[in-house]
């Protein structure tokens, strides 16, 4: 089975301009996550999707962030326009239903975004 | 404000040795918890969880185990081997949610 894939792996982008982040998910999984990790910081929540509605869109920074889901499958997170802040790695994860006892969410690599 | 805190950034430990990994928290919404591993330039991988209504959950080398009036949980791996070394992380489902709160995570060194 595949895990969860993130593309692009590594992105520089200049202050001001845009950045698309996409997440492909574990096949079947309903829910989908995104997560932030700036530099020396915990990972922190940034969304969550159920199939392709917004759950719980509480951890979004500021709405320079913009997350989509089209048709409940893959998910696309755009920076727009990026600030020197956004650097960080940006995880997303996937999980099947509920976390419930044995389930849990499965974490891509992540996308290492840095904003010069 | 954090609400899981993992204190003592780093641990080194010898091979065959036990290592043990401590997490606090501050939320008592928090209903299940999780310990993830991390290697560089790859995201978190799950390594065992626990929920609120137990005190301790075994899988091979790794327990976790959860002092709910403390609201601290501990993660004890052993014997420990080297390829053991990561960061590991705690975190903690919010109650009626789904979205994780992390610590800031501990490195893990196994001397071989």
């Known amino acids: 089975e595949a895990g969860v894939t993130q593309f692009p792996s590594h992105s520089v982008i200049e202050k001001g301009q845009t950045v698309t982040l996409r997440c492909d998910p574990i096949s079947g999984h309903d829910n989908l996550y995104w997560y932030r990790r700036v530099m020396g910081k915990e990972i922190k929540f940034l969304l969550h999707?159920?199939?392709?509605?917004?759950?719980?869109e509480s951890g979004m920074p500021n709405n320079r962030f913009l997350a989509e889901r089209t048709g409940g499958t893959y998910s696309t997170l755009k920076v727009q326009p990026a600030e020197l802040e956004d650097s960080g790695v940006y995880f997303c994860?996937?999980?099947?239903?509920?976390?419930?006892?044995?389930?849990?969410?499965?974490f891509g690599p992540g996308t290492r975004l840095l904003v010069l | 404000d954090q609400q899981v805190k993992q204190n003592s950034p780093s641990l080194s430990v010898q091979e065959g040795r036990i290592s043990i990994l401590n997490c606090d928290y501050t939320?008592?919404?928090?209903?299940?918890f999780l310990w993830y591993k991390k290697y560089p330039a790859e995201g978190p991988t799950f390594l065992i969880s626990?929920?609120?209504?137990?005190d301790k959950n075994e899988d091979g080398r790794f327990t976790v185990f959860l002092n709910k009036s403390a609201k601290h949980l501990s993660l004890h791996i052993v014997p420990s081997q080297p390829g053991d070394s990561a960061v590991y992380f705690c975190a903690a489902r919010y109650y009626g949610n789904n979205r994780l709160a992390f610590g800031k995570g501990n490195q893990v060194v196994v001397i071989p």
């Open positions: 626990i929920s609120s209504i137990k």
């Open positions: 999707f159920v199939k392709e509605s917004k759950q719980d």
């Open positions: 994860a996937s999980s099947h239903r509920r976390l419930g006892i044995g389930e849990t969410q499965y």
């Open positions: 939320n008592s919404m928090f209903d299940y």
